[in-house]
């Protein structure tokens, strides 16, 4: 759930502008007004002496319905607007009234039975913050009692507005139904009933109650809870918050953080899941035990910087042009068949009786899964790059009972989170004995694929294969449909997805070309290669164990290879070494400035001059511009016969005209 870009201030400024004539106003559409405070009696908890948080609390209208239901309940209200407040204190001057900010709720841990918080969380500048308060104040098996308009309910809002008299909703972002029941979720509130409201604007009081009668009975009989102009929510806290999973979802997750490695999924023994799989693609709980304490110590973005690189390409032993002889191999790969050409070696000369890769999933064949590779055809299969989020370490959960040797194959974040378990000697990992990589410019969010299939009036349920790199290299992105139709686009028109679907964690990682692994492969980006098809790949060795591999497979003349400088290898990768290693750095430190919480890798970024940062305030403005839902529509909306050459005529004179200020000083 993501923060609102209005201030706490802005949202007092309206309601004590409105404070005077807010009770008058609600006593002329008094129905609709008071029927969430009957709604809220009718779940409220029996018992006596109940401590209640009423917030907020505007005039103080809740406290005569609590009182209804629980004469001696000890109420704290806590509300934002001053001029609130101080009519609030004239009309109930024995109840205790206090400003809040909406943020830090001066209550203590476990201290509330009941919480009431009606048409509130639409109005608060962080609402997972405030619902996450909200938890911690109240006691084990204390209620939630909230209400708030769904995402639909703004154009009937509007509509409402121009015709009648009302106090205007000053600064507010009504939610969408699943982003609230999720981040109840995730929050560790139980949600035990959760239904909108329909209840006509105007009109007599008697037709208003019985719209809502019928509507009642509609949810009573075929679960018609998704409609209303009002929804409520009741959640229960059933147990104090996982200790381990506040730390994850609060340091990593809530500040946008995860890199989607899957670690923490992967060795959760079943606590944690996958949630929104095309989607966000990030872990929530799966309300099964309590998570352990290695989610979090390996997690990449704990302490990041651990391994620390230590320049452009990390360590390595050789950096070669290369590609696999067979040219079976070759042909079906991302580009120089090297990674897969690899694992087949090892595995046909006993070094490894499997690898993990990644292959397309089988029932879901738009998305790509992690498996236990073991014969060559498997490997053969599970070729090519996936560029839709992945979170491949899901798959530690089954290594644990893996003999081995394996072979691992993963994006840097991920080989990191392997690296750290090793040091650990964490049993998940002791099978694995062998680490590649793919180079890591960026990758995208599934969101991507059902765009792609847009442009061909395709859905996903509608694939039965999906490849991103198919045919000649640099290849297409190419589906199959159940329709027998097959729809493709050049690789290079397909990027045009890039800045509309990119993942936040590829613009804050550093890492290109797979520092930590034993062995990485790239693309031979160069006009003298690519002029040549077939596949050719920048090929990095970078432990003992990796080197003496690649000299195996060249003595058995499985490789096509010859060894280049540093130096050239940084200017055939210059754009993506520019877009991480300075990049990463300049879009972490606007993160810094605004007050985020940001990953520290411990490095210094090569030299960046002021024509750079200027350069790096366009590309920041297309990627905010193209990630509004808006601007996917557009493109979703524009043909690819336009969309895609258009991407690659500007990307390439781009790509000419920031060549020098990329290049300089890497
Ligand atoms: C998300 C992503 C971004 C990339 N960005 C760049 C870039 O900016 N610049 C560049 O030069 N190269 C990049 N590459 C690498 C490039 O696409 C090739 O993977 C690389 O050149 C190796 O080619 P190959 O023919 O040896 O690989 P192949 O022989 O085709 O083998 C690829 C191996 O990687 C595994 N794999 C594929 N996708 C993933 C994934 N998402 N996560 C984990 N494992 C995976 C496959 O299962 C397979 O085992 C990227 C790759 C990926 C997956
Ligand atoms: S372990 Fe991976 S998936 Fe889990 S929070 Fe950390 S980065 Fe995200």
Redesign the pocket.
Known sequence: MRKNLFRIEQVREHWDRVALEYDRINEGFSWTHTERFLTMQKFFPAGDNLKVLNVWSRTGSAVKYIKEKCPDAEIQNLEASEQMIEIARERFPDEDFKQTDLHDLPCETESKDVIVSLETLEHVPDPLHFLLECHRTLKVGGTLIMSCPPAWAELPLRAYEKFFENHGEGPHRFLKVSEVLRALKNCEFEVTHHRGTVFLPVGPAKLKQLVEKVHLSLLRFIGFNRMGIRHFYIAKKTTSRDPVWAKIHEEIIRPGLCMHSGTCIGLSKGTLKLSDPDGKCLPELTGIGSVPEICYEACPEVNPSEFPSSSMLGEYKRIAIAHHKDEGVRSN?????????T?VHLLETGKINGAV??KMDETRPWRSVPTIARTREEILA??????TV?P?NVILSELENESGPLAY???PHQVLAIRRLKEMNHPSVSSIKYILG??????LFGSSVISFLRKFEAKKEDVTSLSFRAGQWPGHMEAHLRDGRVVSMPKFHANYLIPFHITKSSLISHD?TNELTDIS???A?APVYEERGK?F??LITRTDLGDAVIRKMEEAGKLELSEISEDEAIKM?SH?LDFKKRGAFLRIERMRKRGKRVPDYKMTPPPITFKRKAFEVILDSIFWICSMPLSRRLADLTPNWIIGPLFQQTRKIWKASTKRIKRSGL
């Open positions: 790969a991302a580009s120089g068949g090297i990674l897969t050409g694992l890769v990644l599970s070729a090519q790059s996936k560029y992945t491949t194959v993963g994006l793919p180079f890591f410019g960026n990758e290109l492969g790239g693309e980006w596949g790949s920048l990768q993506g």
